[in-house]
């Protein structure tokens, strides 16, 4: 666990939004201030001028907002961690020499204490005392906070003032600062990138470090638990991920059975027979099933499709279990069929009409020339839509939560219940958890090896697809 | 080497060709016809699957809009209601309201004997009754006093028989209701004092462990707030980042990695983002869990890409020659950009933002992650506040066993297909209004 405070602890919420708002009217004021300044140094004679009047405006504006913005979001990233250094510096010494985590868990009551919610345990005299401290060093902290972003943004004002001449080159400042945004704004993918796989690289070694990864990859037992006391019954988890892939693959496999024929004749259908006016109300009727929420799939699989299965299953006289791999995969094969149609449809229309007209010059059927010379023409794109489809199965979450099992089977059985990997991410990290213990990390272990796998399934697809457009442009 | 007799060539010597070709074609044409078959085929197969997904979510859902009432005589009896006389507002809030309802349905049944058999018959009516009344009280002090009949909520169980869903056949003892609980409904039913009512419970109420008192209220707020944050993050940074990366990024290696990135985190396991959000957020900044804002954010990422993308390929679809004029007159290239190209390539953009939001929408696997799952009875009123969204409320209540809560799940499920359509709507008619040919 770490030691942080909240960015934004109860209190605090309504007196930022006033900052913001005020420094927003303050951002305003500067910039008819800086037109105004403009019109002036100008005499009247606009030409006189490097810039349109708005443009000093917006330079007036952004001397206004842009410092102050910057120093108060340094600001309230510091404040509560320095608050809380402060407070437990203060402490009388037999709290401060507390270990960690009691410290932690000390500090994290006297926030909640602070900000009025329930503790977990009746507060004594040092704590009041503390959440006292606490509460005065907000305070003064927000005071000055007010007065330091306040009296930035007027300097601000003011510095743009004076500055502007009719010399001034605002306009190209003004791009500048744009252009810089800009760049900002467009390196947020990467940072996402980053952060996802710095945060599940992270807890992922964290559990490598409890479960060796040759036992996370290879083993065939999957019991995610961790014992309270040592001498627990059965307190040894086990974390072999083995089942939870198989699980996986047997579901996102009955889904491609679903999906592929489907989805495949569909769009042969659409490009190569249909009539445009019954490809213009086919096409996007067929995109619906992309359209609707993935819970609402849940929903259909668990309480329609799995009972009939079971029931269908068990008039034939087979052993169904009601939360079978079948009905999750089957539900899903149908959320998939718009992915793989839609993407080999683009595909198809790809291969030149001239490769078409010469195998009907020939004299071959409509169906021969499908199979004979569009499909085998078509077929790496066709792989690598269906690779896409294959990861988005993977990836698919609420079908498989409310319609799949727990229990990690280690079975081939379309009829028995398996769990799969994102199952048991869920249900890890949902409800009350530690963060240190081996059962959260696997989910992060789990996360990485779904990342990765989805996306050396994506980089193959895409590679595979350019190739093919390559090849034909 | 060449001899006519060891090769199929002699066949094609003595006999017509085309009578070769004639031989085959009825296969081949039959091949034809079943070929053409398996299409249509598929294609019935996906649009049936569409059409039986609807009818039966509809099917299930549409009772949930009505709601059973029945109708009970109440006599306000001071001494339960205000016993000491001084209308003091606290004494009227705390009485025991529960007790006029008994009182009520004791009334209505006076044979009815013994403590469980009354308790039986308490049970037809919802807690939610004895609230009722002490609001139309706290309204309304004059009803002090007065008998009144007053139309109040059904529990779950009556609301279920009445719309005809336990089978009565069955034992007592294999479906939720009693045999004398079904003979008093069927006694109420014949005098008319029960009664269905349009559900406002369902948009007005936030979530209840008692079917007939849950409401998506709270959910929807949720939803509000949460696609809120996540559009006023996503779109501002989606529209900046596709007019940098089209319009002003030189082509280098820097800006092939921000496109192959965005690339890569359209395909990513929506999960993985929840993840990101409960790794990144909740406990490295410490953002509170199950908050709207947390939500907010973690789905601006996951609609990021999509936005950009679309709003690459609104800019692409401007003509250059646009930008050739706004350059030729003077502008500087920002003001080409902010004056011509971007409020000409607005509308695309705008229609891949309202796909994005549809599909945020709709996203409830991320937020599993962040807390978003709990059980929240209040609506939320503001960004902190702990809260749900429609799409998790839906796996929530998919999770409950009672009949009457798959019925509202179904109905939930209706709303949130209702604001699915209504987005996808007005993208499409954006797209149909401004979409310009050049």
Known sequence: MHIVGGILPSGNRFMLTYLLLTLALLSAAGYYLGRHRAFAVANGQLRNLHSLPGFYGSYTALWCGLPALIVLAIWMVLQPGMIVDWVVAGMPPELRDLPPDRLNLMVNDLKNLVSGNIVSSTPNAAILEAANHYRNLQTIGNAALWVVVLTLAMAGIAIGWRKISPTLRARNRVEQVVNVLLIASSTIAIFTTLGIVLSVLFESIRFFHKIPISEFLF?????????????QIGSSGAFGAVPLFTGTLLISGIAMLVAVPIGLMSALYLSEYATPRFRATAKPALEVLAGIPTVVYGFFAALTVAPLIRDLGSALGFQVASESAMAAGLVMGIMIIPFVSSLSDDVINAVPQSMRDGSYALGATKSETIKRVLLPAALPGIVGSILLAVSRAIGETMIVVMAAGLSANLTANPLAAVTTVTVQIVTLLTGDQEFDSAKTLAAFALGLMLFTVTLILNIIALQVVRKYREQYE | ?????????????????????????????????????????????????????????????????????????????????????????????????????????????????????????????????????????????????????????????????????????????????????????????????????????????????????????????????????????????????????????????????????????????????????????????????????????????????????????????????IREAALGMGASKLQMVGHHVLPLAMPGMLTGAIIGMARALGESAPLLMIGMVAFIVDVPKGLMDPATVLPVQIYLWADLPERAFVERTSAAIMVLLAFMVLMNGLAIILRKRFERRW
Do not use: C
């Open chain 1, 219 to 231: 083993g065939l037992q999957w019991s995610p638990q961790t014992a309270l006391r040592a001498d």
């Open chain 2, 1 to 321: 080497m060449n001899k006519p007799s060891d090769s199929a060539a002699p066949d094609f010597r003595n006999r017509d060709i085309k009578t070769i070709v004639n031989a085959g074609l009825k296969r081949r044409h039959a091949a034809e016809r079943r070929f053409r078959w398996y299409g249509l085929i598929a294609i019935s197969l996906g649009l049936a699957f569409v059409a039986l997904m609807f009818g039966n979510i509809i099917s299930k859902g549409y009772p949930a809009f009505w709601q059973t009432y029945v109708q009970l005589p109440i006599r306000f009896d001071p001494t339960v209601i205000d016993p000491e006389g001084h209308h003091d507002p606290k004494a009227i809030e705390s009485a025991d309201y529960a007790a006029l309802v008994r009182a009520g349905l004791r009334d209505l049944f006076p044979a009815v004997q013994g403590r469980t058999e009354l308790r039986a018959l308490y049970d037809l009516v919802s807690s939610d009754a004895a609230y009722e009344l002490r609001r139309r009280v706290i309204a309304n002090p004059a009803l002090i006093g007065t008998s009144q009949e007053v139309w109040l909520l059904a529990s779950a169980t009556v609301d279920t028989l009445v719309k005809g869903n336990i089978d009565r056949t069955l034992d007592e003892t294999e479906r939720p209701i009693k045999d004398n609980q079904v003979g008093w409904i069927d006694k109420l039913q014949a005098s008319g004092k029960i009664e269905k009512q349009f559900n406002t419970i369902l948009f007005t109420g936030g979530d209840s462990r008692e079917p007939e008192q849950a409401g998506i209220r709270g959910a929807l707020m949720g939803s509000f707030y949460t696609l809120l944050i996540t559009f006023l993050l996503s779109f501002p940074m989606g529209v900046a980042t596709a007019v940098y990366l089209e319009e002003f990024a030189p082509k280098n290696r820097w800006t092939d990695l921000i496109e192959v990135n965005i690339n890569n985190l359209a395909a990513v396991p929506s999960i993985v983002f929840g993840l990101l959000g409960l790794a990144v957020f909740i406990n490295f900044f410490g953002l509170p869990r199950s908050a709207p804002l947390v939500g907010g954010l973690v789905l601006s990422l996951m609609t990021l890409p999509v936005i950009i993308i679309a709003g690459r390929a609104a800019l692409t679809s401007v003509p250059p020659s």
